[in-house]
């Protein structure tokens, strides 16, 4: 078969090394034009990344020192409420095995909250001191052990999966790694611009004609193109779902700063006036952007607010708009849209790229999709993209709810932007109790747990102290969390090692080091 991607970038790039990985026989290859150029200024994502790495057999130490990639142990959102403690962390995990046999609270604790949260919230303590993760966050350390540590350890031996974590890594070296890769794998790399795409009768995509009159014949294409969305949107013109009655934000102001200190393990989403900013580390320097609702400032009014932030001019290089959205189908014919192509909702909580590796799980988790005129089995694909994009919809827009109020766009979000119903569901909720997992739908396809909606929660403060008071009399019999826990966690704290110095001593990585 001639399997052929259209488009380079994280998507596309990543789609061509999988699509080898299942057809090793097939010819695969990738059109690319080096005056479209890339999209990013520093990419963040989620464990699912790491997840990708490992079944394309690509070293994540080699990943990291060539692509100036940093460890992201979890998400820092900074100034998103008016609350004393103005920050909170989401870490990608909550479970913490240091502390899993403490009496068997863990176990007969039935309310299904977030056992830390509640227990600092009622003690007005912050919940850095009971999640390890963020104590991790805190100390500029990452969730890795060297093994001569380790073996100091008395009977603690299951720090893997103390917590997820994931890389913040360079778009533009990171297309250049997967390039380099690829070639060595025997994709063929097409420099050039699609100019036509030629269909057959049965409206399947039969070749690429492109602007050099270079033919390209196709058995089966991925539409990787980004914003410019060729095929999918352009060529077969699927339905456009738009969420922008739910989430406002459609323009970013992607730029640089330089980065003189140590990195932190964690990206940054700081709130703005009219949006939020990105700050995502990497070895030599920040990708920084503010995502702003065009209707209450221009780029102009967006830059100004920056430097006044940060007390020094930016340079961005570019900006770019969008429409929070997804097409009802990505998949259509012999054709599939990956990454931007099919939809984007915005860049919070790194969803673009998770999304993106969700597809192509689903997609190549059977060899006969690749052939398949089954218009069933598109339709329950295109259904479950869908699904995807909406749960991301839900749990961005809950972000957005909150106390903040010093301009409009916080103080009106809820009144001028549709809420989703299971938002309004969880407000309801809360009246009367907090969250628990029976709250939540499994069928739904969310990429997001009952944890990850109350640690927003709690980061906000939504709840009414009434509420929580009932939960008062049982957090009492968690004293031994004040007298256990924290000397524990701080005995094995140093056990850790710094960010910097896991960077510096990386080339040892795959024998000294387990997360």
Not at 41 to 48: F, K, N
Not at 68 to 92: C, D, L, Q, V
Not at 486 to 491: K, P, S, V
Request: negative net charge.
């Amino acid at each position: 078969m001639n399997i052929v991607i259209v488009g380079g970038g994280t998507a596309g790039w990543l789609t061509a090394l999988y699509a080898k990985k299942i057809f090793p026989e097939h010819k695969i290859s990738l059109i690319e034009s080096k005056e479209v150029g890339i999209l990013g200024a520093g990419e963040a994502s989620t464990p699912h990344l790491i997840s990708i790495l490992n079944f394309l057999e690509i070293s994540i130490p080699d990943f990291i020192k060539k692509t100036n990639a940093t460890i992201k142990n979890t998400a820092k959102f900074t100034g998103w409420s008016k609350n004393k403690e103005n920050y909170f962390y989401h870490p990608f995990e909550y479970n913490n095995n240091l502390i899993s046999e403490q009496n068997g609270y863990l176990d007969n604790f039935k309310t299904g909250t977030n056992i830390f949260h509640l227990y600092s919230y009622l003690n007005n303590i912050s919940s850095d001191e009971y999640c390890f993760i963020n104590k991790l966050s805190n100390n500029n350390l990452v969730p890795f052990i060297k093994i001569n540590n380790y073996k100091k350890i008395n009977g603690i031996n299951d720090y893997q999966q103390l917590s997820g974590w994931s890389l913040n890594f360079d778009a533009r070296l990171t297309a250049k790694y997967f390039s380099d890769l690829a070639e060595k794998r025997n994709i063929k790399q097409i420099e050039g611009k699609v100019e036509e795409i030629l269909l057959n009768k049965d409206n399947e995509i039969s070749a690429l004609l492109l602007e050099d009159s270079n033919n390209i014949d196709c058995d089966f294409v991925f539409d990787c193109s980004g914003f410019s969305r060729l095929i999918i949107g352009k060529k077969y013109l699927s339905k456009w779902i738009s969420y922008k009655e739910y989430l406002p934000t459609n323009k970013a102001l992607p730029f640089f700063l330089d980065n003189n200190k140590e990195m932190p393990p964690h990206i940054e989403a700081i709130a703005m006036n009219y949006g939020w900013m990105w700050k995502t580390p990497l070895q030599n320097r920040y990708g920084c952007g503010y995502v702003f609702d065009t209707n209450h400032i221009s780029v102009d009014e967006a830059k100004k607010e920056v430097e006044e932030m940060l007390g020094f001019e930016i340079f961005p290089p570019t900006t770019f708009s969008f429409e929070p959205g997804t097409y009802e189908e990505i998949w259509i014919k012999n054709c599939l849209a990956v990454g931007l192509s099919g939809g984007f909702v915005e860049p919070l909580e790194a969803s673009s790229i998770t999304q993106t590796i969700l597809n192509l799980q689903n997609f190549f988790s059977n060899k006969n999709n690749i052939l398949t005129k089954n218009q069933n089995i598109k339709n329950n694909f295109n259904l479950f993209n869908q699904k995807i994009s909406f749960s991301i919809v839900e749990y961005l827009y809950w972000h957005y709810v909150t106390n903040k109020d010093n301009t409009i766009f916080w103080k009106e979000f809820t009144k001028n932007n549709k809420m989703p119903n299971l938002i309004s569901n969880i407000l309801e909720i809360g009246k009367e109790r907090t969250l628990s997992l029976k709250d939540f739908d499994t069928d739904r396809n969310m990429l997001f747990s009952c944890e990850d909606f109350l640690c927003v929660q709690y980061g906000h403060k939504l709840f009414k102290d009434n509420v929580l008071d009932q939960y008062a009399n049982e957090m009492k019999n968690f004293k031994s969390l004040n007298d256990n826990l924290l000397n524990l966690q701080n005995i094995h704290l140093k056990n850790f090692s710094s960010h910097f110095d896991f960077l510096k001593d990386i080339d040892g990585l795959s024998e000294d080091y387990y997360a």
